[in-house]
């Protein structure tokens, strides 16, 4: 089983930035830059919801459109990490944020709870204040 360890999260500034990243806490045979690395996030009361994925290996990248332009997906093979960079946040960005391991190939798909990720993270809360 391979975990998934989010980190980054916090109290956040309306226009601010923040970094968010998904680890692995010891040597894990689940190299990132062949499968599936999505982000999720979900809002209270809200579902789930798949803002960015990236399948490193093949230059994929997906980004809702609540997201796009200000928040950018990417991987570090050499350290086998998973980023999210978000700029011009607001409280909307206000969630429990998630990582996700899956297939390469459900980057050619609508990140989604529906599909069967392999791994999920425990989550890292971000809150946005005005």
């Known amino acids: 089983q391979v975990q998934l360890v989010e980190s980054g999260g916090g109290s956040m500034q309306t226009g601010g930035s923040g970094l968010l990243s998904c680890t692995t806490p010891?040597?894990?045979?689940?190299?990132?830059?062949?499968?599936?690395m999505a982000w999720f996030r979900q809002a209270p009361g809200k579902e789930r919801e798949g803002i960015a994925s990236?399948?490193?290996?093949?230059?994929?990248?997906y980004y809702s459109d609540s997201v796009k332009g200000r928040f950018t997906i990417s991987v570090d093979s050499e350290k086998n990490t998973l980023d999210l960079q978000m700029t011009d946040l607001t409280p909307e960005d206000t969630a429990m944020y998630y990582c996700?391991?899956?297939?390469?190939?459900?980057?050619?798909?609508?990140?989604?709870?529906?599909?069967?990720?392999?791994?999920w993270g425990q989550g890292t809360q971000v809150t946005v204040s005005s």
């Open positions: 996700a391991a899956g297939p390469g190939h459900y980057c050619f798909l609508t990140p989604s709870t529906d599909l069967s990720w392999e791994h």
């Open positions: 010891r040597v894990s045979r689940y190299p990132f830059n062949v499968a599936c």
């Open positions: 990236i399948y490193s290996f093949v230059d994929q990248t």
